[in-house]
């Protein structure tokens, strides 16, 4: 078992913590562990992503400032694609939210900022740009946005690998839930 997770390890580049590495290397160990179960939606697609990159970088636009750039790859199969062959929009927007959630999570484990840890999704806006079909290899590039006392934010983008395109992009807000009422 160590030296599985010093294979996970090794091929994700990125200046993270090795711990930040071992625990999202496999995003469907996280997931299925915490959010999804085997039989639910996504879970199959899930399993099939692949960490390739966890960096904490100074925000281009203003660098004072940190964000967390997380990439992952998976191969588009027969259970991702709509009626006409390509990605379906609802897989691509669970990987936008999915994928950009990942980035939150991590940046929150390197930066030891709890509150971006077990936010729920209050806003996912997406803009899709081409088709993918069976078979493509998509990269999922995800950046955090902004990290406040509530509310986070990232963006992400799926690119098309084999084509060299642009598939879909999107943002996602989310914010920690508020506490549950007292029954009475």
């Known amino acids: ?91 691509a927007a669970y990987l936008i939210e999915a994928c950009s959630t990942l980035a939150l999570v991590a940046f929150g484990l390197a930066r030891n900022e709890p509150q971006v840890v077990g936010t729920v999704l209050q806003s996912l806006n997406i803009v899709y740009h081409s088709p993918a079909a069976v078979g493509d290899k998509l990269r999922i590039v995800n950046r955090t946005m902004t990290i406040g006392s509530r509310a986070v934010s990232a963006r992400a983008e799926i690119w098309n690998d084999t084509h060299h395109r642009l598939v879909a992009s999107g943002t996602n807000v989310s914010m920690q839930p508020s506490p549950a009422k007292a029954r009475l």
């Open 1 to 91: 078992m160590a030296q599985v997770e010093a294979d996970i390890v090794a091929h994700i580049s990125g200046n993270v913590p090795d711990s930040v590495k071992r625990a999202l290397g496999r995003p469907s160990v996280l997931m299925l562990g915490h959010y999804l179960t085997d039989t639910q939606f996504g879970a199959s697609i899930c399993k099939r992503l692949v960490s390739k990159e966890i960096a904490i970088l100074d925000k281009a636009e203003e660098p004072l400032k940190k964000e967390c750039r997380f990439v992952c790859e998976l191969t588009t199969e027969e259970d991702m694609l709509n009626i006409g062959g390509t990605l379906h929009g609802g897989c």
